[in-house]
T-cell receptor, first 111, second 115 residues
Framework: DGGITQSPKYLFRKEGQNVTLSCEQN?????MYWYRQDPGQGLRLIYY???????QKGDIAEGYSVSREKKESFPLTVTSAQKNPTAFYLC??????????FGSGTRLTVV | AQSVTQLGSHVSVSEGALVLLRCNYS??????LFWYVQYPNQGLQLLLK??????LVKGINGFEAEFKKSETSFHLTKPSAHMSDAAEYFC?????????????FGTGTRLLVSP
């Protein structure tokens, strides 16, 4: 079945450490997105990519970085510059004009 | 910029009762509107969407929503709540209609269903 795979499901980060969240899709969608979800704040856009080798900052990009070297993959790195990284991270993709398909998320916790 | 307001962070209903989750939007262009559902520790699943055409949209699990341009609303309803409907629901508006489509989400409404 086609879909989006996020890994790992749970991730623990030490202070000052960079971590990378994986997002892979086999839906042949051009556009991919990373959202951060905090209780009571809904979903906030971190980065998005419309095509391979191109991406743009969303509303809360500081402390995050991405790459889009392949159509299927859109990994998110949470850097040490992100001072409050504990959150639920969701990856999504969509076809032209269509609704999003979401992955099952990665819960990141700072220890 | 487009925005979405969901009235009520929590809504409680009894099993079998009507479910009504409110969503109002602001948009300078004809909007595309979406409702998503999220179960604990999972991603979001599309319930229904309005793009063009019929303003009453039917979705999965017995949910429907009506686009009312004059009220800038897209409220979600279900005639009879089921225990399995307990989840968080998000309304979203699209800032693009073709190709790239950035969604702006509301802050969510948690639906509680009691026996």
């Amino acid at each position: 079945d086609g879909g989006i795979t996020q890994s790992p499901k749970y991730l623990f980060r030490k202070e000052g450490q960079n971590v990378t969240l994986s997002c892979e899709q086999n839906l042949n969608h051009d556009a991919m997105y990373w959202y951060r979800q905090d209780p009571g704040q809904g979903l906030r856009l971190i980065y998005y990519s419309q095509i391979v080798n191109d991406f743009q900052k969303g509303d809360i990009a500081e402390g995050y970085s991405v790459s889009r070297e392949k159509k299927e993959s859109f990994p998110l790195t949470v850097t040490s510059a992100q001072k409050n990284p504990t959150a639920f991270y969701l990856c999504a993709s969509n076809p032209a004009g269509g609704g999003y398909t979401f992955g099952s998320g990665t819960r990141l916790t700072v220890v | 910029a487009q925005s979405v307001t969901q009235l009520g962070s929590h809504v409680s209903v009894s099993e079998g009762a009507l479910v009504l989750l409110r969503c109002n939007y602001s948009s300078s262009v004809p909007p595309y509107l979406f409702w998503y559902v999220q179960y604990p520790n999972q991603g979001l699943q599309l319930l229904l969407k309005y793009t063009t055409g019929a303003t009453l949209v039917k979705g999965i699990n017995g949910f429907e929503a009506e686009f009312k341009k004059s009220e800038t609303s897209f409220h979600l309803t279900k005639p009879s709540a089921h225990m399995s409907d307990a989840a968080e629901y998000f309304c979203a508006v699209s800032e693009g209609h073709t190709g790239f489509q950035k969604l702006v989400f509301g802050t969510g409404t948690r639906l509680l269903v009691s026996p």
